[in-house]
DNA sequence: CTGGATCCAATACGATACTG
DNA sequence: CAGTATCGTATTGGATCCAG
């Protein structure tokens, strides 16, 4: 198999499995691959992703700022008025999330097929 | 920008969505990454990963295989025998998470000093 | 050894109401 | 508009015990 040996994400709770928890968590996958698109307000980027709670995106937003993968700019106006983007970090990270994302679109029938067979096969044997 | 269109996963919950949440999961990127290198036995497997409970690694690696990621190789031996691999359309997604994990890896420590800056900044505010 | 079953704690999440 | 605060629920996850 053409791998080297695989990163040591395996010890219980190193720093880089916390970060890889952070970017692959339920609304991080989606945020990031929404800026990756462009850069995107708070109600727009709810409204796009679909289905997250203002919580979880603030929520989600503020972990994504903290590890510097999202710019946060906030412009003093009134009504506010809030931009988030992608810093040159948050991109590599979006890039191989969005690419994740995408191979599933692409694989996402295979996916039920195999699930399919999985459950027809149990629900004979029972 | 060099992408084209987002996947539209972003579709409150599209079975791609669920796929990809399956993939992404907390243990699930673990095992896919774990079983790219090769073979594991169960018990293996979890000391390998390490921080795992029984319970979450027997529900991680079934979802796994009903998706089709994870074949379950169980011989019918006293004791009990089980080897779990990749199936083709496993070691795709395995490669793609083991991608994003070697990166969490390679960035960790920018990641890190991001947090350190985005806690001065706040922490000077107060 | 491989897991299923059960119980319990933590926390992820969503809905709503509220503020600048 | 862009959040924060609070609450209640749902889900996750771990520990333990048990069976084949």
Known sequence: MGVSKPPNVNEPMCPS????????????????????????RFSELRRTIGGVSEKMLAQTLQTLERDGFVHRD?????????????????????????????????????VEEARVRYDTVREASQ
Chains 1, 2 share one sequence.
């Open 17 to 40: 499995r916390l970060v890889l928890e952070h970017v692959t968590s339920r609304w991080g996958v989606l945020v990031l691959a929404a800026l990756l698109e462009r850069s995107y």
């Open 74 to 110: 906030a412009k003093p106006v009134i009504p506010p008025r809030v931009d988030y983007s992608l810093t040159a970090l948050g991109e590599e990270a979006a890039r191989q999330v969005w690419e994740l994302a995408r191979w599933t679109e692409r694989r996402v029938q295979a």
